[in-house]
């Protein structure tokens, strides 16, 4: 790959980035024209990417579909990974496979918490309240169907990532999806192909880090966030200012400074969202195999829901491909850093992604929206309208004690924080992939501006423009996982005859 840059340190000023940072200030008035900007980005990518493989009535967007045909696709031909090996991928998440010869810059485990503070995130608050608000409760059957099968997509996804992974001159680890395009097509005979697909990867992922990324997180954080603090109502740019100082304090320091804040906060966020969403079930116990009736019987029947059946699916895929990034191929470039022996092992622990983020979180979020009744309830016309889910969710929270939402609110901030840390590396070895490591100042500069323009753009316009550019990852990243799906099942079945012998106990000093 040749690079546009050079590796020498940029010289950009921090009066320069300090002036970016103040700039969104001035556009406060032109709130307008701001979402007028992204609308006509949204419009146009929709137009180009994203085409109706249905005609008529009810859509299937093609991205969606092909999402939902990799998945199964991987699943049946790792012959149901996702269940037969999940015990040795915990083990395997403990430490307890780890040997003298691992090579990497982040343990496993942190490499798991990097990719899930990237997908434990508002979609799991947010995007879970806007799924059922538009798809009804069946979204959710289909959004943990979803989950189970992109436990695969993960799991093919990382292990490419290790295998292809490449050590720069300055001796950090370039890897992820435009390393496996570009290089593993290449080893198939098509070039030129890869290199054109691992640049159009880059070039959404660095777009994707800054939606859904940066301007999502915000967006959604700030309308959970000024149902308590009526100052942000006043002032929404404070906010934007506050996450951007406390984004930049972290991001600036690189991926292991990004691996040691998530590894702290990740456990944290996860457990005090868990633990709330636990008490409101638990608080509504009766009301559990209703809503449990609701989510099984409408997946297949919805009730007033645009599209129907086919509807529910496409708004429960498109909320767990947002969730859980499986297919996407973001993930991939944070698991490509892991310090693992076999790329497979790394695979493995992929496999609790999309079970944790999607099969369980989203599962809590989406119980608490259908029990307490929010997604329909008249009252909340106006906050389905404006695809304000987090506050959705907040609203939800308050059916049962005035106190909750702030529990929420306080998940809601931790979970944007850690998204947009995580996303912000995603984006920048991108970003370093096509122009060199010299400007790789100039990127993050650019995430922590689009931070501070999120808090005055319009939630509907940030939805609309992450959906599109997050999806449209998986357009060229899923071509290189069909091509070398192949070259992963041999490992595989290598690595699952050496767990067999003994072989790998043995590595570890493991001893039965």
Same mark, same amino acid.
């Given at each position: 790959?040749?690079?546009?840059?050079?590796?020498?340190?940029?010289?950009?000023?921090?009066?320069?980035?300090?002036?970016? +940072?103040?700039?969104? %200030?001035?556009?406060?008035?032109?709130?307008?024209?701001?979402?007028?900007?992204?609308?006509?980005?949204?419009?146009?990518l929709a137009q180009v990417i994203f085409f109706d493989v249905f005609p008529g009535e009810p859509s299937m967007p093609f991205i969606v579909a092909w999402l939902l045909?990799?998945?199964?696709?991987?699943?049946?031909?790792?012959?149901?990974?996702?269940?037969?090996?999940?015990?040795?991928?915990?083990?395997?998440? #403990?430490?307890?496979?780890?040997?003298?010869?691992? %090579?990497?810059?982040?343990?496993?485990?942190?490499?798991?918490?990097?990719?899930?503070?990237?997908?434990?995130?508002?979609?799991?608050?947010?995007?879970?309240?806007?799924?059922?608000?538009?798809?009804?409760?069946?979204?959710?059957?289909?959004?943990?169907?979803?989950?189970? +099968?992109? @436990?695969?997509?993960?799991?093919?996804?990382?292990?490419?990532?290790? @295998? *292809? #992974?490449?050590?720069?001159?300055?001796?950090?680890?370039?890897?992820?999806?435009?390393?496996?395009?570009?290089?593993?097509?290449?080893?198939?005979?098509?070039?030129?192909?890869?290199?054109? !697909?691992?640049?159009?990867?880059?070039?959404?992922?660095?777009?994707?880090?800054?939606?859904?990324?940066?301007?999502?997180?915000?967006? %959604?954080?700030?309308?959970?966030?000024?149902?308590?603090?009526?100052?942000?109502?006043?002032?929404?740019?404070?906010?934007?200012?506050?996450?951007?100082?406390?984004?930049?304090?972290?991001?600036?320091?690189?991926? #292991?400074?990004?691996?040691?804040?998530?590894?702290?906060?990740?456990?944290? @966020?996860?457990?005090?969202?868990?633990?709330?969403?636990?008490?409101?079930?638990?608080?509504? /116990?009766?009301?559990?195999?209703? /809503?449990?009736?609701?989510?099984?019987?409408?997946?297949?029947?919805?009730?007033?829901?645009?599209?129907?059946?086919?509807?529910?699916?496409?708004?429960?895929?498109?909320?767990?491909?947002?969730?859980?990034?499986?297919?996407?191929?973001?993930?991939?470039?944070?698991?490509?850093?892991?310090?693992?022996? *076999?790329?497979?092992?790394?695979?493995?622990?992929?496999? *609790?992604?999309?079970?944790?983020?999607?099969?369980?979180?989203?599962?809590?979020?989406?119980?608490?929206?259908?029990?307490?009744?929010?997604?329909?309830?008249?009252?909340?016309?106006?906050?389905?309208?404006?695809? %304000?889910?987090?506050?959705?969710?907040? /609203?939800?929270?308050?059916?049962?004690?005035?106190?909750?939402?702030l529990i929420l609110s306080l998940s809601v901030v931790l979970f944007a924080y850690s998204t947009a840390i995580s996303w912000s590396y995603y984006g920048e070895r991108?970003?370093?992939?096509?122009?060199?490591?010299?400007?790789?100042?100039? *990127?993050?500069?650019?995430?922590?501006?689009?931070?501070?323009?999120?808090?005055?753009?319009?939630?509907?316009?940030?939805?609309?423009?992450?959906?599109? !550019?997050?999806?449209? @990852? /998986?357009?060229?990243? +899923?071509?290189?996982?069909?091509? +070398?799906?192949?070259?992963?099942?041999?490992?595989?079945?290598?690595?699952?005859?050496?767990?067999?012998?003994?072989?790998?106990?043995?590595?570890?000093?493991?001893?039965?």
């Amino acid at each position: 790959m040749k690079y546009l840059g050079s590796n020498k340190r940029t010289s950009v000023k921090w009066s320069q980035v300090i002036w970016l +940072l103040l700039l969104p %200030q001035q556009a406060i008035a032109a709130d307008t024209s701001i979402d007028g900007f992204f609308n006509a980005i949204n419009s146009f990518l929709a137009q180009v990417i994203f085409f109706d493989v249905f005609p008529g009535e009810p859509s299937m967007p093609f991205i969606v579909a092909w999402l939902l045909v990799a998945a199964v696709f991987l699943t049946l031909r790792f012959n149901f990974i996702n269940v037969r090996m999940m015990r040795h991928a915990y083990r395997i998440v #403990r430490g307890k496979y780890r040997t003298a010869d691992d %090579q990497g810059e982040v343990t496993s485990f942190q490499a798991l918490s990097t990719a899930l503070s990237a997908t434990v995130g508002l979609g799991n608050i947010a995007g879970v309240a806007i799924a059922i608000s538009i798809g009804g409760p069946g979204a959710t059957f289909w959004m943990i169907v979803a989950g189970f +099968l992109g @436990m695969t997509t993960k799991f093919t996804e990382a292990s490419l990532a290790q @295998m *292809y #992974r490449e050590v720069r001159s300055d001796g950090r680890l370039m890897g992820g999806a435009m390393e496996y395009l570009s290089r593993g097509l290449a080893e198939k005979g098509v070039p030129g192909l890869g290199k054109g !697909l691992a640049i159009m990867f880059a070039v959404f992922t660095i777009l994707a880090s800054l939606g859904a990324g940066s301007a999502f997180q915000v967006s %959604q954080s700030l309308g959970a966030v000024q149902e308590h603090i009526t100052f942000f109502r006043e002032m929404p740019i404070a906010y934007g200012l506050l996450m951007a100082v406390a984004i930049g304090l972290v991001i600036i320091g690189g991926l #292991r400074r990004i691996a040691h804040v998530a590894e702290a906060v990740v456990p944290t @966020m996860v457990i005090i969202y868990v633990s709330a969403c636990i008490w409101i079930i638990g608080s509504n /116990a009766a009301m559990v195999p209703d /809503a449990l009736g609701k989510i099984f019987t409408e997946a297949f029947s919805p009730v007033a829901v645009a599209g129907g059946m086919i509807g529910a699916i496409v708004q429960g895929f498109k909320r767990a491909a947002f969730s859980s990034e499986a297919g996407l191929g973001s993930a991939a470039i944070a698991h490509s850093a892991a310090s693992v022996k *076999y790329p497979v092992r790394q695979g493995l622990v992929a496999l *609790y992604e999309p079970f944790i983020d999607t099969v369980v979180i989203c599962t809590m979020t989406a119980l608490v929206i259908i029990i307490t009744g929010v997604y329909s309830a008249p009252e909340y016309e106006a906050l389905r309208q404006a695809s %304000q889910g987090a506050a959705l969710t907040s /609203a939800a929270f308050a059916t049962v004690s005035d106190w909750f939402p702030l529990i929420l609110s306080l998940s809601v901030v931790l979970f944007a924080y850690s998204t947009a840390i995580s996303w912000s590396y995603y984006g920048e070895r991108c970003w370093v992939y096509v122009f060199g490591e010299r400007y790789s100042i100039v *990127y993050k500069s650019i995430f922590i501006v689009f931070v501070v323009i999120a808090s005055i753009a319009s939630a509907s316009s940030m939805l609309d423009f992450t959906d599109l !550019l997050v999806l449209a @990852m /998986a357009f060229p990243n +899923l071509i290189g996982l069909y091509m +070398l799906s192949g070259k992963v099942k041999v490992a595989l079945g290598e690595y699952r005859v050496k767990l067999a012998s003994g072989e790998l106990d043995r590595e570890a000093g493991i001893v039965r």
